[in-house]
């Protein structure tokens, strides 16, 4: 069983992930420090010297390493993730799938502290920062939306969340 959490980041995929894999006695794995470690730098820093392109490539084909070698995980993906490729596909056919969701302006709250570390962000005011991530969850939406389950992340904590994902794959397991 591999169970993976999609969403926009600041989404609480990485804090929610390993809330999960402890409560499963499973391991825990981010995509992108799975890919920092493969390709022995940074992600901003990929992006920076190799560009988008070459890293959503090894984005896809990381992806499907860590599905080849992986039956028992919690994964939490890049917001950019599902986008790309063939990947929201991959992601249905080898894990049961929950997409995050959380409204812009708590995504900017949480993104705001960190926006520098940010790849995608850190060229934006904080001012500007509410406006582009709407802009962006509308064109990810239907990505995100492909995911078996989906559940917002604004007004609960993570252990209800949990929770949630808990029974929600409970749920998905006893179906026929």
């Known amino acids: 069983m591999v169970l993976t959490l999609v969403g926009y980041m600041g989404a609480g995929k990485s804090t929610i992930g390993k809330k999960l894999a402890q409560e499963l006695n499973i391991q825990f794995i981010d995509l992108d420090e799975f890919i920092e470690e493969k390709e022995q730098q940074p ?4 992006f920076k010297e190799k560009g988008e392109i070459y890293f959503r490539k090894k984005e896809n084909q990381y992806l499907k ?3 080849q070698k992986h039956e028992k995980a919690i994964l939490s993906t890049g917001g950019g993730t599902p986008v790309f490729y063939n990947n929201m596909e991959l992601i249905n056919q ?3 799938s929950v997409y995050l969701r959380a409204n812009p ?11 520098k570390e940010r790849p995608l962000v850190a060229h934006l005011s904080e001012e500007d920062l509410p406006e582009f991530i709407a802009k962006h969850l509308f064109e990810r939406r239907i990505f995100y939306e492909q ?5 917002s992340t604004d007004h609960q ?8 994902i808990l029974q ?3 749920n998905h ?4």
């Open 105 to 115: 302006q708590q995504l900017a709250q949480r993104i705001s502290p960190k926006i």
């Open 147 to 151: 995911a078996k389950v989906t559940l």
């Open 94 to 96: 080898n894990s049961f």
């Open 157 to 164: 904590s993570p252990d209800e969340i949990v929770g949630e």
């Open 65 to 67: 390493i860590f599905f």
């Open 168 to 170: 929600a794959f409970k």
């Open 43 to 46: 992600i901003p820093i990929l």
């Open 173 to 176: 397991q006893n179906q026929p």
